[in-house]
């Protein structure tokens, strides 16, 4: 009898060894997983999209971003009663910007007139050094997605 109970603790206990062993190495492979930007859902981490929402102010432009980016897409959310423009560039400030360039001189990005229509407009194009827009009028509210 006591032979019997000492090989059931034996096989009790391997049993227990392997299935603590099986779950930390499943746990590790997930945190393997996440930390090598694999994909979570439909992104790939690291490749998710951010935004800023522009609402119809004084405010002539601002930064987007004054890093490389890629403009993903505007959704204009009304018509609009002025201009967007979105430029490859860091800075709104002509005198910060390197050889005191003129905005008419930057690269454009995006642009949309006046008269734009409410909806999404996708993009996915690279502004090398960054992004900024510039409003020429009342803009419609926009979200500027970017990553």
């Given amino acids: 009898m006591k032979y019997k109970k000492s090989i059931f603790v034996t096989i009790v206990s391997f049993l227990l060894v392997v299935g603590l062993v099986s779950a930390a190495t ?29 609402v119809p102010t004084s405010a002539v432009g601002d ?49 949309f007139q006046a008269s734009q229509a409410a909806g999404t407009y996708t993009f996915d194009v690279t502004g090398a050094v960054g992004l900024i827009y510039e409003f020429a009028g009342a803009v419609a509210t926009s979200t500027i997605t970017y990553r």
């Fill in 26 to 54: 499943v746990t590790i492979d997930e945190l393997r997983e996440m930390l090598s930007g694999d994909t979570f859902g439909s992104v790939t981490v690291g490749n998710e999209y951010n935004s800023t929402t522009l």
């Fill in 63 to 111: 930064v987007i971003t004054n890093y490389q980016a890629v403009l993903g897409s505007v959704i204009m959310y009304g018509g609009a009663g002025g201009g967007l423009t979105i430029y490859n560039a860091t800075t709104t400030n002509v005198n910060l910007r390197t050889g005191k360039t003129a905005t008419s001189s930057l690269e454009k990005v995006a642009a």
